[in-house]
């Protein structure tokens, strides 16, 4: 790991400890008491003092290239960074979020450089993805929404599901069916539709287990131009996969951060805690949470840094490690998170601390972005279809 990068590790871990941690007794207190409501967990004021604490820390526009403003570091820094953030359950991200950024880096032209990707690469415009329909969450390719070529418009209809930050974003990245005979392959086209759109409503949200609270999103003859096509026409399916493999990396380097945290209590609670007149840190049981729980987490943090290195040379095709890296961070956290309630009894089941909190949030990302059965699924055909991948070219 180049020195740039353990100096940046230390100034976000500085931050964190400085900015984040102390707000989190105040974020358990506020989740359990908004029930179903669809409160932010950080209230705009915070949150926009956090953004100025950010900003002056150096995190912000991390991988955005430096001709739009931003930092230019890579994928790596992202996930160091990403990883370091996450070690506090504050839900605080310094704009923009990577992968739509990705996705609208690749695919944004013409106008839409200024009218999207540069307001969202600065922080100034916020946006989500919608794609998960009610009949359609894996299987993507499923999806019911159509946009009809009308008068030389395109004319979207149908609803979303689980569309997180939805009411938040001020356009949405959509992805419709625009050729009901090729749908996945040719036929599925991606649009860059402005929430405050006639015809787009969002009727309703979800309460969910953990800090998580996605939208409904409806779409009632919304007119569309040309302009508003991201991409290729009938070709939103790779990219869109492929937005997915950076979220991946995403979610993987949130996992570490809260595992990382889960192990340092962990190892705390063991050299501080007695019981029958030992330390946990000399009962073979505890010792072996501990031994575990490092050796995966550093497994996981090893496969995602080779991700992100495949994302920083410009791979273009991720599915196969995007699957690898949230499969197996995801279920690390898990089992990380689950030794270390133990290891602290009743306590680790209060919401004096933050592992309940870690331990829901943990649940939540074996579902979200797809489960663990249907990545490993994907990984299988993967490997079934073109056998091993060649290491020579890794
Ligand atoms: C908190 C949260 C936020 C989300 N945010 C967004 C968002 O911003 N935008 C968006 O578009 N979507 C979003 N989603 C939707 C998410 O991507 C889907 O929930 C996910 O892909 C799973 O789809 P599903 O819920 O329809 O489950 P289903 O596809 O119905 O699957 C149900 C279960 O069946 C099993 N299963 C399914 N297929 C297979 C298979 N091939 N082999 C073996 N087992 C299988 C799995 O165990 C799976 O958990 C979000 C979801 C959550 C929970």
Redesign the pocket.
Known sequence: MPEAMGMIRKSVRAFVKRDLMPLEADLIAREAARGHDDAPLLPAEIDRALQDKARDAGLWGIDVPVEMGGQGFGALARVVITEELRRSIVPFVPPPDSPNLYLLKELCVGPQIDKYLLPYASGVKRS?????EAG????AAAIKTRAERRDGKWILNGS?M????ARRSDFMIVVAVTDLQKRARGGMTAFLVDRDTAGVTIPSSYP?MGE?H?YAVFFDNVELDDGQVLGEVGNAFVPITNRLGVRRLDIAARCIGLATRCLEMMIEQANTRSTFGSLLADRQAVQWWIADSYQELEMVRLLTYRLAWRVERGDKDFRLDGSMVKTQATEMLGRVVDRAIQAFGAMGVSKELPLEYIARMGR?MR?????S??HR?VIARNLLRNGLPDLSAA
Request: charged residues 15%; contains cysteine.
């Open positions: 989500c993805i919608a794609l998960s359609a969450g894996s299987d979303k689980w569309i997180s930050n969910m998580y996605p939540v579902i979200v972005e797809g489960p059965e249907v699924w």
